[in-house]
T-cell receptor, first 115, second 112 residues
Framework: DTGVSQNPRHKITKRGQNVTFRCDPI?????LYWYRQTLGQGPEFLTY????????KSRLLSDRFSAERPKGSFSTLEIQRTEQGDSAMYLC?????????????FGPGTRLTVT | AQSVTQLGSHVSVSEGALVLLRCNYS??????LFWYVQYPNQGLQLLLK??????LVKGINGFEAEFKKSETSFHLTKPSAHMSDAAEYFC??????????FGTGTSLTVIP
């Protein structure tokens, strides 16, 4: 399978704990995006990388959130001191290194539940 | 600023009937527009995209969408609904900075 993969698929944590999610994009896709999706809503942009550089961050990305893509391949999203409001589906997407319109390919998501 | 509005959070159609899911966009520049489908507990899958090459865009699974600049709309249609079309559908617009803005989604139910 050469699609976008995310791990874990589900995470249950207690409030105040730190969590880290991983995204492996499609091979050679240079752009990688993180989104958050809550029930009944569309995905909300969090941040995106071009290669290892983090180029844009949403105001939704508070100081408790940090994302990295150290070698320009996989990426991690860490949430520190989780709150119940962080419960959501976290989606990763990647897009290829081609000219013109670059569509995004989404992973299956990581569902976070903060108790 | 770019945004999309999806009218109707829930749409029900009978199997074999026309599917029409509405999307209106707001964009200060010529937009790139997309429709995605999401099945339960899965990521989003691209149905089709508008890139200004043609106003009528054909996608997968028999879906198509027409870009109407005068109405700022990009509605999704399918002539005949199938049970397997039941899912959540999202309209999205991409800005020049590569950010995607998604609508709140429309849940499609197909009645046998």
């Amino acid at each position: 399978d050469t699609g976008v993969s995310q791990n874990p698929r589900h995470k249950i944590t207690k409030r105040g704990q730190n969590v880290t999610f991983r995204c492996d994009p499609i091979s050679e896709h240079n752009r990688l995006y993180w989104y958050r999706q809550t029930l009944g809503q569309g995905p909300e942009f969090l941040t995106y990388f071009q290669n290892e550089a983090q180029l844009e961050k949403s105001r939704l990305l508070s100081d408790r959130f940090s994302a990295e893509r150290p070698k320009g391949s996989f990426s991690t999203l860490e949430i520190q001191r989780t709150e119940q409001g962080d419960s959501a589906m976290y989606l990763c997407a990647s897009s290829p290194r081609v000219r013109g319109l670059k569509e995004q390919y989404f992973g299956p998501g990581t569902r976070l539940t903060v108790t | 600023a770019q945004s999309v509005t999806q009218l109707g959070s829930h749409v029900s159609v009978s199997e074999g009937a026309l599917v029409l899911l509405r999307c209106n966009y707001s964009s200060s520049v010529p937009p790139y527009l997309f429709w995605y489908v999401q099945y339960p507990n899965q990521g989003l899958q691209l149905l089709l995209k508008y890139t200004s090459a043609a106003t009528l865009v054909k996608g997968i699974n028999g879906f198509e969408a027409e870009f109407k600049k005068s109405e700022t709309s990009f509605h999704l249609t399918k002539p005949s609904a199938h049970m397997s079309d039941a899912a959540e559908y999202f309209c999205a617009v991409r800005n020049t900075g590569n950010q995607f803005y998604f609508g709140t989604g429309t849940s499609l139910t197909v009645i046998p």
